[in-house]
C-alpha cells in the first residue's frame, strides 16, 4: 500500500501543478474550456485518491473545490478573477494538506474549512437568483447537495441501470465501491441481474458478467450521481432516470438568500455557456484587481506555504524518502535498441575472436570502432534518462509572477522560452531556489510601477523573459528584465556604507557589478518582505557554484539587467584537469582552476619561515605542495621552476604545487563513499581509460588538509593570506 | 581467479566439505583464516591499487571493481603482522560486509594466498580464547578444528567497523 500511496503523492503534487498552470492560464482572461477541463480532471483524480487512500479531509476538501469547478466548466459561473484566486488559494491549502499527509501528519483545519466555506459562498453567490427559463441543463444550476446552504429540492430519487462492460475488473474499478458511494447520496436498494452469467464451466471470474438495477432515494441531483459513475462511464451501459419524473422539469428554486446582489461580473453568470459569459470574464479581468485573496501568497518564502502557517514561511519542504522519476517511453525504447545493437556487436566480436588470424585485423578494428560507438550511445542514452525539461523548474514561476506583480502593484508579462531544454534531475531541483529567487529579485527591485513605467516611456507592462538552451556540455539559462537596471553609484554606495570600500576607492566598471554578489549587500532602498533580507545573491551565486556553474550579471541603468547562469548538464560527469604528483594520477574539476603558471623564483616569499606565499595578481595565494600533503616522498623539493595550478573553491584561492600537468578528459564522478568513506581533499574518484582509478581533489579540503597539518602559528599565516587572495581579487 | 573455482569445485568433489556452513580460507603467514563463502563476492590477483593519502598504512588504496570503487586492506597489516612483498599468489578477496546502519558495502582483503573451502558446521565453532592468537577477539567469529589444522573464523562486518575506527582516530 505504501508504495501506492507514494505514487498518489507524487501525482497529486503534479496535479496541483497542472491546476496550478490552469488556473493562471485562465486567469489571462481566456476561459478555455478545455483548460477548465483539464484542471477539473486534476481535481477529482485528487479527490478519487485521497477517498482510496482514507484521507476524508483531503477528498472533503478537493469536493467543494470541484464543485466549483464543474460549475465554472459547465460555463454555469463565469470565471472570475476572484473564483480563479479562491482556486489558487485551495490549491495552495491542498498541498499544504498533501504535505501534512505525506508527512503522516494532519494539516491544521482551520484554513481548509474557512477555504470551503468561501468555495461554497461563492457556488451560492454563482447561483444565480432568477431561474433562466431556456436553461439548458434539466437539472437546472444545481451546486452539489455536499456544497452547503444550496441544497435544493432534487427529484425523488433515481433508477439507474447499470451493465457494466465485461473488462471492467480489469480497469480496476469495483462495482461494490461505486454502490457504496452511491449510497452516500442517499438510500440505495439494489437488483442485481444474472441472466448474462455462463455455466460454472464456462465462467471467467476475471470478467463481470452482472449488471445492476440501482434505485436511489433522495434529494441527490443527476450531476452527483454521474459523477459516482464518472470513471467507469466508458466501461458500461449507463441509464440513468429519474423515479418522479415532475421533479427533474421542476425549475429550480432560488439560492436562498443571496443577500449579496452579484455585481457586475457575476452578474453575467447565468447558466448559459454562450460568449456572454466569456465576454464578462473578460470583462471582470481587466475591471478589477482581484486583491483579497492574493494576499497571502507572495510572502511564503520559495515553498508553497503549509496550512496554518502565516507568511514569511521559507522553510523548505522536506524532501520525499524515495524519490523516483518518470521516464518518457521514447528514452527507454531507445536505450532498448541500443542493448540490442551492442549484444549484435559483442557476438560479431566473439565470433571473431573464435578462429583470429591476421588477414580478420581490419575486421577487429572495425569491431573495437562499433563497439566503442555502442558504449558511447548507451553512455549518452543512459544519462538522458535522468535529464528531465526544464519546465519543471519553470512551472512555479508564474504563480510567483502572478502573486507578487499583484501584491507590488506592478504589469508584468512573464515569457518562458527553451522549456524543453533538458538538464539533470539533481540539477533542476537545487536550480529551481535560485531561479525563483532571481524572478523575485526582478520583480521587486528591476521592473518599475506602471506609472513610474510610463513617464520613462516604456510600456507600463514589464517584461520578464526567461530562455534555456543548450551550449556546449553546459544549460545556459539567461533572465532577463526591463526594468530599471541596477545603479552602480546606489551600489558603491551601499559598498562604502557596509565597509566593503573605502572612501575614494574606485573600481572598475565590471567589477561594481560583482558587488552585488557580495554577502550582506541589498540594493533595495526598502527592504520588503518579497527580497532584500541582505541574503540574496551570494546565496545565489554559492548555490550555482556548488553545482559547478556560475551566473555572470549585465545591467544597463535604466534599461534592465540580464543575468545568464551557465550549468553543468549533469552531476555525475565533469570536465577534469589530470596531473600527476609522485606516480599517482589526479584530478580538480576544471570550472576551479583559474590559471596553471610555472613557479618563479622572485615571486616566493615565506611566512614565519614555513608557510609559503606566492605572488600572484597583486597578491599573495598561499602554496600546497601536494607531495607533502600526500605523503610522497621527496616532499621538501625545490619549488621553483616547478608547476602550480592556481585554484579556487567559494571564497579560497590556493596554488597546488603539482609535478606534472597531464591531459584533460570528462570523468565520471564515482563515490568513495559507497563502500569506504568520505576523504578529506577527495571528492571522489573516477576510473580512467586503463581501467586504474584517479582519486578527485575538492579543494576546500585540501585546505583543511593543510591546515590541519600545519603548525597552528603557521595555520593563521596561511588563513590570513587565504583571505587575502580572496580580498584582494574581488575588491 | 579460474585457479579458485577449480579447487572450489575440487573440494567439494573430495568430499573435503562436510556439513554446515561453508568457508574459504586463507592464509596469513602460518595461519589459516576463513570467511564466509556466501560473502566472497569475486576473487582476483593483486594488480596494484590507487592509494589515498592520509589514511591509514593498512589501507592499500582503492580500486576499480567492475565500474565501483573498492577499498582495499591488507589484512596482515590489519592484524599487525609484519608485511609481507606482495608476489603472483597474492590474492585479493572482496568481500561484502555490512557497514553502519546495515548498509552493504564491498571490501578487499589481501591476503598471502587462498587455501581450500571447508564446512563447518555452527555447533563446531569455539569461541576465541581471550589470547593465543596475534590478532584481537573482536574480529574472531570463532576457531574450528578441521584436519589437524585451527581455522580461524572472521567476522567480517566488525573488520570494517574497527577498520572505520581506526581511520577516525589517524
Known amino acids: 500500500m505504501g508504495q501506492f500511496l507514494q505514487t498518489f503523492f507524487e501525482e497529486s503534487f503534479e496535479g496541483l501543478q497542472e491546476m496550478e498552470a490552469g488556473l493562471l492560464a485562465l486567469d489571462s482572461g481566456d476561459p478555455d474550456t478545455e483548460t477548465l477541463h483539464t484542471i477539473f480532471r486534476a481535481a477529482h483524480s485528487i479527490k478519487g485518491g485521497a477517498g482510496t487512500f482514507g484521507l476524508q479531509a483531503l477528498a472533503g476538501f478537493t469536493h467543494h473545490m470541484e464543485t466549483l469547478l464543474d460549475r465554472l466548466r459547465e460555463g454555469r459561473q463565469a470565471v472570475t478573477p476572484e473564483a480563479v484566486n479562491l482556486l489558487l488559494e485551495s490549491v495552495d491549502c491542498l498541498r499544504g494538506m498533501l504535505e501534512a499527509a505525506q508527512d503522516g501528519g494532519e494539516a491544521d483545519p482551520e484554513q481548509a474549512v474557512a477555504l470551503e466555506k468561501r468555495l461554497a459562498a461563492l457556488v451560492a453567490e454563482g447561483n444565480d437568483p432568477s431561474p433562466v427559463p431556456d436553461a439548458p441543463e434539466p437539472e437546472g444550476p444545481q451546486a452539489l447537495p455536499e456544497s452547503h446552504a444550496v441544497d435544493s429540492p432534487a427529484p425523488g430519487g433515481w433508477q439507474i441501470g447499470f451493465r457494466p462492460e465485461p473488462h471492467l475488473f480489469m480497469t480496476g474499478n469495483d462495482p461494490l465501491r461505486l454502490v457504496e458511494e452511491l449510497s452516500e447520496l442517499g438510500d440505495v436498494t439494489a437488483e442485481c441481474h444474472i441472466g448474462q452469467l455462463p455455466a460454472f464451466g464456462d465462467l471467467d471470474p476475471e470478467q463481470c458478467h452482472l449488471s445492476w438495477t440501482l434505485t436511489l432515494q433522495g434529494g441527490a441531483d443527476e450531476d452527483a450521481v454521474r459523477e459516482v459513475f464518472e470513471w467507469v462511464e466508458d466501461d458500461c451501459e449507463l441509464t440513468i432516470s429519474p423515479l418522479a419524473p415532475e421533479g427533474a422539469e421542476d425549475e429550480p428554486p432560488a439560492a436562498e438568500g443571496s443577500p449579496d446582489a452579484p455585481e457586475e461580473s457575476t452578474a453575467a453568470a447565468a447558466p448559459d455557456v454562450d460568449d456572454e459569459g466569456d465576454e464578462a470574464a473578460d470583462a471582470a479581468v481587466v475591471s478589477e484587481a482581484p486583491a483579497p485573496s492574493s494576499a497571502g501568497h507572495g510572502d511564503n518564502g520559495n515553498q508553497p506555504p503549509a496550512p496554518g502557517a502565516g507568511g514569511g514561511n521559507g522553510q523548505p519542504r522536506k524532501p520525499a524518502a524515495a524519490s523516483s522519476i518518470r521516464v518518457n517511453t521514447d528514452k527507454i525504447d531507445a536505450l532498448i535498441d541500443m542493448v540490442g545493437e551492442l549484444v549484435i556487436t559483442q557476438s560479431m566480436l566473439n565470433q571473431l575472436g573464435e578462429d583470429f588470424s591476421e588477414d580478420k585485423l581490419e575486421q577487429l578494428r572495425d569491431g573495437l570502432g562499433q563497439l566503442e560507438r555502442n558504449t558511447r550511445e548507451l553512455q549518452e542514452n543512459v544519462m538522458r534518462i535522468r535529464m528531465v525539461p526544464i519546465s519543471f523548474a519553470y512551472a512555479r514561476l508564474p504563480r510567483i509572477v502572478h502573486d507578487l506583480s499583484d501584491k507590488l502593484g506592478k504589469q508584468v508579462e512573464l515569457k518562458l522560452e527553451g522549456e524543453q531544454t533538458e538538464l539533470d534531475k539533481t540539477v533542476m531541483e537545487k536550480l529551481i531556489d535560485p531561479l525563483v529567487h532571481l524572478v523575485r529579485n526582478s520583480l521587486d527591485h528591476g521592473i518599475e510601477p506602471p506609472a513610474q513605467r510610463r513617464e520613462l516611456g516604456k510600456p507600463e507592462t514589464g517584461t520578464l523573459e526567461i530562455e534555456a538552451y543548450h551550449k556546449g556540455g553546459y544549460i545556459v539559462i539567461e533572465i532577463n528584465d526591463d526594468g530599471a537596471g541596477i545603479s552602480r553609484d546606489k551600489l558603491l554606495a551601499k559598498a562604502r556604507a557596509a565597509g566593503l570600500l573605502q572612501a575614494g576607492e574606485e573600481l572598475p566598471d565590471e567589477q561594481v557589478l560583482d558587488l552585488i554578489f557580495h554577502p550582506g549587500l541589498s540594493t533595495a532602498e526598502k527592504a520588503t518582505d518579497v527580497s532584500g533580507r541582505g541574503v540574496g545573491m551570494d546565496v545565489v551565486k554559492r548555490n550555482i557554484r556548488q553545482l559547478g556553474g556560475n551566473i555572470n550579471l549585465r545591467s544597463q541603468p535604466g534599461e534592465g539587467t540580464q543575468l545568464t547562469i551557465h550549468l553543468p548538464l549533469t552531476l555525475s560527469i565533469l570536465d577534469g584537469q589530470l596531473f600527476r604528483v609522485g606516480d599517482q594520477v589526479y584530478i580538480v574539476p576544471l570550472v576551479s582552476i583559474i590559471e596553471s603558471l610555472q613557479i618563479q623564483r622572485e615571486k616566493l616569499s615565506r611566512v614565519a619561515g614555513k608557510a609559503e606565499l606566492y605572488h600572484w595578481r597583486e597578491g599573495h595565494l598561499p602554496v600546497l605542495r601536494l607531495r607533502e600533503l600526500f605523503n610522497e616522498p621527496d616532499a621538501g623539493g625545490e619549488l621553483a621552476n616547478g608547476l602550480m595550478v592556481v585554484v579556487e573553491d567559494d571564497d579560497r584561492r590556493v596554488g597546488l604545487h603539482v609535478d606534472e600537468l597531464l591531459g584533460q578528459q570528462q570523468v565520471v564522478i564515482k563515490s568513495l563513499e559507497a563502500n569506504y568513506q568520505r576523504v578529506t581533499g577527495f571528492a571522489g574518484a573516477t576510473i580512467l581509460g586503463d581501467g586504474t582509478v584517479a582519486l578527485i581533489l575538492d579543494i576546500a579540503g585540501l585546505v583543511d588538509l593543510a591546515q590541519a597539518q600545519r603548525k597552528p602559528a603557521d595555520a593563521a599565516a596561511m588563513r590570513v593570506a587565504t583571505e587575502e587572495a580572496h580580498g584582494e581579487q574581488t575588491q | ?170
Open chain 2, 1 to 170: 581467479m579460474s585457479e579458485m573455482s577449480a579447487s572450489q569445485q575440487d573440494a567439494a568433489l573430495q568430499g573435503t566439505v562436510g556439513e554446515g556452513d561453508q568457508y574459504l580460507t586463507f592464509t596469513l603467514g602460518d595461519e589459516e583464516y576463513g570467511v564466509d563463502i556466501l560473502r566472497v563476492q569475486e576473487i582476483k590477483g593483486w594488480s596494484g591499487a590507487t592509494p589515498i593519502p592520509n589514511t591509514p598504512d593498512y589501507v592499500k588504496g582503492v580500486i576499480n571493481m567492475r565500474g565501483t570503487i573498492v577499498p582495499v586492506i591488507d589484512l596482515r597489516e590489519r592484524f599487525g603482522m609484519p608485511s609481507r612483498e606482495y608476489t603472483q599468489f597474492t590474492v585479493v578477496v572482496l568481500v561484502r560486509v555490512l557497514g553502519p546502519g546495515d548498509k552493504e558495502r564491498i571490501m578487499g582483503l589481501v591476503v598471502d594466498a587462498l587455501s581450500e573451502v571447508y564446512g563447518i558446521p555452527e555447533d563446531e565453532l569455539r569461541p576465541p580464547p581471550e589470547f593465543g592468537s596475534i590478532i584481537r577477539t573482536d574480529f574472531i567469529r570463532g576457531l574450528a578444528q578441521v584436519d589437524e589444522k585451527m581455522i580461524i573464523v572472521l567476522d567480517a562486518d566488525r573488520l570494517l567497523a574497527e577498520e572505520e575506527l581506526a581511520t577516525e582516530s589517524v
